[in-house]
């Protein structure tokens, strides 16, 4: 629902530090596994009962996501860069969940949940993304993609800030997570109407 609004904000930062990654020769590629890293070792750090540096990691893995994009749109996007820029932040998605469920038997259920959501969500997005390839409809609400990137309620920024949240306020993640399923779910139902307008034959 925010990523297109801040990416006006963020992308010319974004443009200037990749344009000079990409002149010392880092690779959208090597910043999606790195930034892959950093993530899933902030879950780790949860897990552990680490969560300032879960935090930390956590807004590191959100740093390296924005800067490979900033250097595929500097060296040229490729469909593999985003075969693994997707593939990547799911994983992601799924592993800070997953993280607070270790680390508290009272988080196992809300964090299957959330996940399940995420789930859900995810297949949403990316069915909905290969009927419109297939279609030849484009967009660049989000940028220049790899792919067709659908709108909706739950996305990047709304994932981001629930997990700063559960970080900031570790008591509350059940809540947290219940809240923010529950608007994966409408997320969900608000695509599959789009898709039903939209792809109508």
């Known amino acids: ?46 897990a552990l009962g680490h969560i300032g540096w879960g935090l930390a990691l956590i807004c590191a893995n959100r740093l390296a996501d924005g ?7 500097v060296r040229g996007p490729s469909d593999l860069g985003g075969y693994f820029d997707i593939v990547a932040d799911f994983a992601f998605y799924v592993s800070i969940p997953l993280g607070f469920g270790v680390l508290s038997l009272d988080n196992t259920l809300p964090a299957l949940v959330l996940v399940a959501s995420f789930v859900l969500t995810g297949v949403s ?48 993640f059940a809540w947290l997570a219940y809240g923010y399923a529950a608007l994966c779910l409408l997320t969900v139902f608000q695509r599959s109407a789009m898709a039903a307008a939209t792809f109508r034959d």
């Open 1 to 46: 629902m925010l990523d297109a609004k801040l990416r006006p904000l963020i992308d010319p930062p974004l443009n200037r530090a990749g344009r000079v990654l990409a002149g010392f020769g880092v690779t959208a590629n090597g910043l999606t596994f790195a930034g892959l890293a950093l993530g899933l070792g902030g879950a780790a750090a949860i």
């Open 67 to 73: 800067l490979d994009g900033a250097v595929a749109r």
């Open 125 to 172: 997005f990316l069915a909905y993304a290969a009927i419109a390839a297939k279609r030849g409809d484009t967009t660049e609400a989000h940028g220049r993609k790899s792919f067709f990137y659908s709108t909706g309620l739950a996305e990047g920024t709304e994932t981001i800030a629930v997990f700063i949240s559960m970080c900031l306020f570790p008591a509350w």
